[in-house]
């Protein structure tokens, strides 16, 4: 089958994803200081860490273009897809709804939907298998999009945080939780809303303890985990990611468990040692 496939650069996609040929990385501009960094496949984990390490100011994210969107639709009537960054939390799902617009003044027969996964990270992630997979299985345009649609409805984010002072500083946070963080070493294990913004959840006293605060959350909302597979996204820390698994697998048997590194977005907003989950 023809179709396009975009998704914007929160999106923590497997070796596998990066090499299909359908998908099309939609970046967004990562800003540290005076430094503009495009979040694309030259981005650099190690070297953008080390910018915001050294940067008094919290880096910023610009959306890509309604134009960068139209390129990756395609100029032609196959079908089109895009997967972004909560509505909640960037432009990005805004840009890319107006670049569905614009192209189809100009191709009337093409279908173009936008997932708006009201997610970040690894819940991206996660709805590009789910999209593959029904793309994979032949499925119509409005069977694709009403399967995506019921899978983010039914979609958990969780994540934890060695640091919460970007999500501060760029309004996600209230200055109280990240002030927690850093004088108390709390870490808060912060979860998305169905709406698609974050909220707290349950916390604990050092790393460890917070991520296992995580896996009882999951106890809580997963259904029929047999069926589902859990993506974890993480940021420059695999044994941490790898030791999370195990535990994940101690207490629940998921169809499968995936772990990603972050890419530039998910890396900023994550910092060094973040984990991100989505099931």
Known sequence: MAYHIAVDSCTDMTAAMKKDEHITLVPLTLNVGEDKVID??????????????ECPEAPSSACPSPDAYMQAYGYNNEDAYAITLSSELSGSYNSAKLGADLLKEEYPDKKIH???????????????????????????????VSEVEQYIEEQTTLFVLESLETLRKNGRLSGLKATLVNVLNIKPVMGSTPEGTIQQLDMGRGMKKALMKMTEQIGKTVIHPTDKYLMISHCN?????EWLKVEIEKKYAFKGIVIVDTAGVATMYANDGGIVVAY
């Open 40 to 53: 694309d496949e030259t981005f650099n984990q190690a070297e953008f860490l080390r910018k915001v390490a």
């Open 114 to 144: 936008v997932f708006n996964s009201r997610s970040a990270s690894a819940g991206q992630t996660l709805i590009l298998m789910k999209l593959q997979e029904c793309l994979e299985a032949g499925k119509a345009f409005s069977e694709v």
């Open 237 to 241: 820390c695999l044994k941490r990611a």
